[in-house]
Nanobody, 129 residues
Framework: QVQLVESGGGSVQAGGSLRLSCAASGLTYPSTCMGWFRQAPGKEREGVAVIYTGGGSTYYSDSVKGRFTISQDNAGNTVYLQMNSLKPEDTAMYYC??????????????????????WGQGTQVTVSS
């Protein structure tokens, strides 16, 4: 059974930084696509950043490109999201996502939420102005 444990959310002022972590266990494929989606109140879920754990290819939404960096540990079971220059519009619940038995991100990029079979419980990020 795949489990995702997220950590690192919190409150910060605009311009500040936060680092999110997501540790995955129970993965049966050696490589897959892992990353982060977010959802703000009243808005749809949107992709933030995704990484292919087998080779390190990364994908970012335009809204975070240049400010956020996704990375992974050597084993490919933990991904990190370094968020710099945070803005109030980054306020949202951030969810760790994993495809699990595929690597569709190599073809479709970040893709739609339905591309990901496993979701974490979410960690709140609040940015005040």
């Amino acid at each position: 059974q795949v489990q995702l444990v997220e950590s690192g959310g919190g409150s910060v002022q605009a311009g500040g930084s936060l680092r999110l972590s997501c540790a995955a266990s129970g993965l049966t494929y050696p490589s897959t696509c892992m990353g982060w989606f977010r959802q703000a109140p009243g808005k749809e879920r949107e992709g933030v950043a995704v990484i292919y754990t087998g080779g390190g290819s990364t994908y970012y939404s335009d809204s975070v490109k240049g400010r956020f960096t996704i990375s992974q540990d050597n084993a490919g079971n933990t991904v990190y999201l370094q968020m710099n220059s945070l803005k109030p519009e980054d306020t949202a619940m951030y969810y760790c996502v994993v495809e699990g038995n595929s690597f569709k991100c190599l073809v479709y990029g970040m893709g739609a939420p339905e591309q990901y079979n496993y979701w974490g419980q979410g960690t709140q990020v609040t940015v005040s102005s």
